[in-house]
């Protein structure tokens, strides 16, 4: 791969992306910017880029966290350094992994020299390192839970801070902060969705031509790097300037209580939570105007700020879609707009006013009028010229009188429309509201990725034990370390207070926190559930499960059974979004292959386990239990649901039976699964009343 970056100025297109990363480049007080597309559309090639455009930065020699001669951090680990010598260097573009782990984010201390040598020595992480310049994750929705909770200790603080075992070291760090991702693997949380100042929807462009171009110079690149740079460094150069021609402007710009009023209105119009949005809508204002070369923010920079600032802040839950209504944004502005000062009194034109009928007598109005009427200033209709009556071209029949309608003989009446035999189907119905659900866990403790889900081995959460270090050791467990040398103090010749210390006497914390999963729903898409009243309930409650499960950061996916197979509707993925829209269109009818369902169901987790062995599954099974498509259909779903059971499989199951007259199918399929059974009643999360029924139902197993 060639050290030569991409040049800023060759990337065909993509304005939005292009603007909110120099407004950026210009102020970086506006937070950063989140790229939210479709892969393969250059996002990381111009984030990357845009590291070359930026001014270098003055730092104290021999620092390494890039301190500000001007004004050192004075609890810089490296020291206050008073008189110290400065120099220049590019500023720093420091992308981070999304497997990173917690100590090369923050940083580390030699714990083992830290006790056995009394040496605090501290290695700076990527924040260190990115102090300054610009810190980039690409496919940032896709970070952990532990490493997303120190990025906004960073982001809200402007420091890093590591605390390990008494030891402590803090410094300095802000950064532009700049993510990219693709929405179908995932959403971002709010709170770090909430950090990132601007946000651009990209999706590659569908004109040939530039398509072309974008072609055209990507191979003219890879071919010679160094060439095609060469053809793109004026441009480069002029860039660069016009960046740091803003930011020395940037402090001159005014914003004006009127484009004060806008902003704030805006915000409060669309809803949006806390004050931040308030904030970075004015930072970015003010940049925009610098860019322009101005001295005073317009209401067209209110607009751009808003809409790249506003869309990802609106957002209620992780089903609706980012964006602004435009039209409310332009009322808004309207309305708050400075008024414009009131004309002198004059009297009230008449129309005889005027030669021509014109306000002002100076002319024919070029709508034929004062009021936009006809040539003789009257505000009617114009004569007509053509063929009048109701059979003149693109006349419209006039509206009939009301009262009943005349009695028709067959020959007159209308005849209906010939539509071939409705299929065994029904149209997709919409889903319920959705609401707050039951906890579903897997039981066991696992040591799969971390989430809000189940019981698990974790680098966060509490600690629960020691052991021996596997590996390189991170979390030390200080009185287990202790305990474990004490016995041989004495055989080791220990003469004065310093504990004498051994590699094998060191031992880590084991900690517990919460694992995602991967949820996998088994839908019911037959006739027994076709009823419009019972769909929507049905989908209310599996849009309310995927709604936990995007808060719990779960893999999802979605198998429907109808007809005579089973569909994979939805492959496993991060993304709830998808799982929604696939939800929203499922369709019903036909037949209820459920033992197809399941052995689907047994297939698609068998190849996960393989891809990801650490993530426990959790089977969620919608159905009112019923079997139908052969003799045995019932035995056949036993059959199969005994797989799940004989291999441990998590299981719950939604009983979607209603009626007076219920036959109990999905509990009976619920006990061949080893699943508990849970009807759309009990789904809510109730509080006591839920934990009663739970507690009574054990007792009641217990006592049976």
Not at 179 to 185: I, K, L, Q, S
């Amino acid at each position: 791969m060639s050290d030569v970056r991409y040049p800023f100025t060759a990337i065909v297109g993509m304005a939005d992306l292009r603007l909110g990363l120099l407004l950026n480049a210009v102020s970086p007080a506006v937070g950063g910017v989140l790229v939210r597309g479709e892969k393969g559309t250059a996002k990381s090639t111009m984030v990357r880029a845009l590291a070359g455009l930026l001014p270098s930065i003055a730092t104290v020699d021999g620092c390494r966290f890039a301190c500000d001669p001007a004004a050192p951090d004075p609890q810089c680990p490296d020291g206050a350094h008073a008189g110290a010598t400065a120099s220049g260097r590019p500023a720093q573009l420091v992308e981070l992994p999304v497997g990173v782990s917690e100590d090369r984010i923050v940083g580390s201390l030699d714990l083992e020299r830290a006790l056995a040598e009394g040496v605090k020595a501290y290695e700076p992480g990527l924040l260190a390192r990115a102090h300054r310049g610009v810190l980039y994750i690409d496919e940032v929705n896709l970070l952990q839970d532990h490493v997303v909770d120190l990025l906004l200790d960073a982001a809200a603080m402007g420091r890093s801070y590591v605390e390990r075992e008494g030891v402590s070291v803090r410094h300095a760090a802000r950064f532009l902060l700049v993510g990219t991702m693709n929405p179908e693997e995932g959403e971002l949380r709010p709170q770090l969705l909430d950090r990132f100042g601007l946000t651009v929807e990209i999706a590659a462009t569908r004109d040939p031509a530039e398509r072309a171009e974008v072609v055209r110079r990507r191979l003219a690149y890879d071919a010679d790097p160094a060439g095609f740079a060469a053809r793109f460094a004026e441009d480069e150069r002029a860039l660069a300037e016009r960046i740091t021609t803003a930011r020395d402007l940037l402090p001159k710009v005014e914003l004006a209580d009127v484009a004060l009023r806008q902003i704030t209105a805006v915000c409060a119009a669309f809803e949006v939570d806390g004050l931040r949005a308030d904030i970075v809508m004015a930072r970015t204002a003010v940049a925009l105007a610098a860019w322009a070369g101005r001295t005073e923010v317009l209401e067209e920079d209110v607009r751009k700020a808003a809409r790249l600032a506003l869309p990802h802040r609106r957002r209620r839950n992780p089903f609706d879609a980012p964006g602004l209504d435009e039209e409310q944004l332009d009322r808004t502005l309207e309305e708050h707009a400075d008024p414009e000062p009131e004309p002198a009194s004059q009297p009230e034109p008449q129309p005889e006013d005027g030669p021509e009928g014109g306000p002002e007598g100076d002319g024919p109005d070029p709508d034929g009028g004062p009021d936009g009427g006809g040539p003789d200033g009257g505000g009617g209709a114009p004569e007509p010229t053509g063929p009048t009556g109701p059979d003149a071209p693109g006349a419209e029949a006039p509206a009939p009188e009301p009262g009943p309608a005349p009695e028709q003989t067959p020959e007159q009446a209308p005849v209906p429309a010939q539509h071939p035999a409705p299929a065994r189907e029904s149209a997709p119905v919409a889903a319920g509201e959705p609401y707050r659900t039951r906890l579903f866990k897997v039981d066991g403790t696992g040591r799969g990725a971390q989430g809000r889900r189940s019981p698990a081995e974790t680098d966060g959460g509490h600690t629960i034990r020691a052991r021996r270090p596997q590996g390189r050791l991170a979390r030390l467990h200080l009185s287990a370390t202790l305990q474990a040398a004490a016995p041989h103090q004495a055989a080791r010749g220990r003469a004065s207070r310093a504990l004498v210390l051994h590699k094998d006497d060191f031992r880590e914390q084991v900690r517990q926190g919460r694992e995602s999963n991967l949820v996998l729903f088994l839908v019911d898409a037959s006739g027994s559930m076709a009823a419009r009243q019972r769909m929507t309930a049905v989908k209310g409650a599996v849009l309310s499960l995927l709604m936990d499960a995007y808060q719990r950061r779960d893999k999802i996916g979605m198998i429907t059974f109808r007809g005579a197979s089973a569909e994979l509707a939805l492959p496993p993925t991060s993304s709830v979004e998808v799982g929604a829209a696939r939800l929203e269109s499922l369709p019903t009818g036909g037949r209820t292959p459920l033992a197809a369902g399941l052995l689907r169901a047994h297939e698609v987790l068998r190849v996960e386990r393989m891809r990801d062995p650490d993530r426990r599954p959790l089977l969620v099974v919608v159905t009112d239990g019923r079997a139908t498509g052969a003799r045995d259909a019932v035995a056949q779903s036993h059959r199969a649901a005994a797989l799940f059971a004989a291999q441990g499989v998590a299981s719950v199951v939604l009983d979607c039976e209603t009626g007076p007259v219920r036959l109990g199918l999905a509990r009976t399929l619920a006990a061949r699964l080893g699943a508990s059974a849970v009807t759309l009643d009990e789904l809510r999360a109730e509080g006591v009343a839920s934990l009663v029924r739970d507690n009574r139902a054990t007792t009641m197993r217990k006592a049976a």
